[in-house]
C-alpha cells in the first residue's frame, strides 16, 4: 500500500494506513474469532438468524 507512496507529512502517511487497515483489510480478512468469516459475512449471519428466530 504504501511502498511507491510518497507522503507530505508523517500525519498524512498514518491518515492512509489507518484508512487502509481500517476500510479495506479488516472487513474483507477472515477473522479466527467470527469461525473464519469476513466481518459482513458475520454481521450477515447474524441478522438472518435472529430474524429466523
Known sequence: ???HTYFATRAAARLAIFEYIE???NCR???SVLNYRTPSQQESYFYTSS???
Open 51 to 53: 430474524m429466523a428466530a
Open 29 to 31: 480478512r477472515k477473522h
Open 23 to 25: 476500510g479495506w483489510y
Open 1 to 3: 500500500m504504501v511502498n
